[in-house]
């Protein structure tokens, strides 16, 4: 394929012709390269996009894996992506022919992040491996049905990891109460009593504003999800279709919530954030206040599970609960949470005991 040199520029360019995606024939021109070498390998690389070539890199295809992403994810599920790419992917099969990807080299990939320990000698999370994992299969997916590659070796070596953590970690009330009296500013004493007696994402919480309190009725509406990326804050969709709800509230939590909504009148325009922080905020003011009230430390996100943990010792059925959590299906409920329904077959079988007594 020939490269030409402009005099006038000192640089180097290419000129050729290529079928798009809808079968016309159309001439490319790129101009500005600093050697013939970089000319030539950006035609090669370009036809191969074009020309829908199994034998393009593997970085030519997760490009264009990222590329058709980008438009269909939402702002933070694409930037994760990219970063687990880029960070745990590319690294190993990046000038590599698509089509000369073996099942075994992927296993050898995998076999380095179990290995990995990071500086205080700490392997990867189960869950964490399984995401890794997840994005590459989702790679060569991506070529197996819109550039014609064979298989999917990731998925002929199998996975590792695993989707959910073998337990999840959350407070009983009583651990939450202490953990609350040592929280003094009611800035975050609101936001953890929310987060406790609500089951409320964190970033739901974060994107609260008064205008989704209906306080005479004792309703939360969640209808947004708050992030901040790459320095910017952003109002996004919730997570799924089911996470646009309203939560009743109990009549205490109602009452505080006003009371600060109240109090802060005057300081907040309508429509703006009550809880103006991030995650990070949040999660260091969480490991402060269990420091100091000595009790176990859990994640944010586990304020979540201790919502979904008192609901089911209170009996209440899975349907319930995955309404009030925003959970797309009641399956990720039971998934989520069925080691915990266990501890009711003692009390089912003396009912049923008793119900047996009754009768004879």
């Known amino acids: 394929m020939p490269v030409y040199k402009s005099k006038t520029r000192n640089s180097w360019y290419c000129s050729f012709y290529y079928t798009d995606w ?3 024939r159309k001439r490319k021109k790129k101009e500005g390269f600093a050697s013939k070498k970089d000319a030539q390998t950006y035609e090669t690389t370009f036809l191969m996009q074009h020309e829908g070539r199994c034998d393009m890199t593997f970085k ?8 058709d992403c980008r438009g269909r994810c939402k702002p933070t599920s694409f930037y994760e992506k990219s970063f687990l790419i880029e960070t745990k992917i590319l690294p190993y099969f990046n000038s590599t022919p698509v089509n000369e990807i073996k099942a075994s080299a992927v296993r050898f990939w995998q076999n380095e992040l179990l290995s990995h320990r990071d500086k205080k000698g700490r392997p990867y999370s189960d869950t964490y491996m399984k995401s890794i994992h997840v994005q590459l299969s989702a790679i060569f997916n991506y070529g197996m049905r819109y550039y014609d590659l064979p298989s999917n070796p990731a998925a002929l070596c199998g996975s590792i990891g695993q989707k959910k953590a073998a337990a999840i970690d959350f407070w009983t009330i009583d651990e939450f109460r202490r953990f609350l009296a040592c929280v003094k500013e009611d ?6 009593q929310l987060l406790f007696w609500t089951g409320i994402r964190s970033g739901e919480l974060l994107a609260l504003s008064a205008e989704h309190f209906d306080f005479d009725r004792g309703l939360m509406h969640i209808s947004q999800n708050y992030c901040r990326l790459r320095g910017e804050d952003l109002l996004l969709a919730p997570k799924t279709v089911k996470s646009v709800r309203t939560v009743t509230l109990p009549h205490f939590l109602c009452r505080d919530v006003k009371d600060y909504v109240d109090a802060l009148a005057g300081q907040k325009a309508n429509g703006e954030r009550l809880f103006d922080t991030s995650r990070y905020h949040l999660a260091k003011a969480l490991k402060t206040g269990c420091a100091a009230a000595g009790v176990k430390e859990i994640r944010l996100h586990d304020l979540r599970h201790s919502h979904a943990s008192l609901l089911i010792e209170l009996g209440y059925s899975p349907l319930l609960i995955a309404e009030r959590l925003g959970h797309e299906k009641i399956e990720t409920t039971l998934q989520t949470y069925s080691h915990l329904y266990p501890n009711k077959q003692k009390d089912l079988a003396l009912h049923l005991e008793n119900l047996h007594n009754s009768t004879f």
Do not use: E, N, S, V
């Open 187 to 192: 800035f975050f004493r609101i936001a953890f």
């Open 60 to 67: 030519t295809l997760a490009k264009l894996y990222l590329d």
């Open 22 to 24: 809808t079968g016309q």
